[in-house]
């Protein structure tokens, strides 16, 4: 099994970019969660998608960020436009839902460190 | 809304000792408390979870308990090894988690 993979794992821009981030889950999981990392915040949940539908956005920070999971094996976490506060290591993380309880373990991937100038 | 303390932010403790984390989480819905260990620019990892049904659970040398009614969950760590070397988080949730602040400890050879 390879985990969750991420890309790219590190990403430098200029402020008003766009950024993409990807991830690929593992295979057989159904659900997918985006995280935002830092000092001050800690592990923030963004969103969270179940069979491919995002369930909970109440974490995304603003319009900029929007997150798709067009099948289950691929989610994109987009920004448009970056600004510095943005800088953060993103996880993604997958798991499987079981007797429609949503008590699985979370696998996280190795995260993008996004660097906003 | 939803929260989860830990305590405490930072642990020094002697190679060979214990080490004692501790959460109180708000949602009495929460029925499932993950603890992850993440090292210096690596991911975070599961070491052991616990569900609500159960009190505690033992692996190895790290032993997790829980008291639903207290709202409360601890990590125990038993013949701490310089690999243990790390920042802890715990976290509770139902098709979510919270997760709590994290914890660094530091086991000193």
């Known amino acids: 099994d390879a985990g969750v993979i991420q890309s790219p794992r590190h990403e430098v821009t200029e402020m008003g970019q766009e950024v993409t981030l990807r991830c690929k889950p593992i295979?057989?999981?159904?659900?997918l969660f985006w995280y935002r990392q830092t000092m001050m915040r800690g592990l923030e949940l963004l969103i969270y998608?179940?069979?491919?539908?995002?369930?909970?956005d109440s974490g995304m920070p603003e319009d900029r960020f929007s997150a798709k999971m067009p099948n289950a094996s691929f989610s994109t976490l987009k920004i448009q436009p970056s600004e510095p506060r943005d800088s953060a290591v993103y996880f993604c993380a997958s798991s499987r839902t079981s007797g429609g309880v949503h008590t699985d373990t979370q696998y996280f991937g190795p995260g993008t460190r996004l660097t906003v100038l | 809304g939803e929260n989860v303390e830990q305590h405490p932010s930072t642990l020094s403790v002697q190679e060979g000792d214990s080490a004692v984390i501790k959460c109180t989480y708000s949602?009495?819905?929460?029925?499932?408390f993950p603890w992850y260990k993440q090292e210096l620019g690596k991911r975070p990892q599961l070491i052991i979870d616990?569900?609500?049904?159960?009190g505690e659970k033992k692996d190895q040398r790290i032993a997790v308990t829980l008291n639903k009614t207290a709202k409360h969950f601890s990590l125990h760590i038993t013949e701490t090894q310089p690999e243990d070397s790390a920042v802890y988080f715990c976290?509770?949730?139902?098709?979510?988690?919270?997760f709590g602040t994290g914890t660094r400890l530091k086991v000193l050879a």
């Open positions: 295979s057989g999981h159904n659900s």
């Open positions: 616990i569900r609500s049904n159960v």
């Open positions: 998608f179940n069979n491919n539908v995002p369930i909970d």
């Open positions: 949602d009495s819905a929460s029925n499932y």
């Open positions: 976290a509770a949730g139902t098709y979510k988690y919270i």
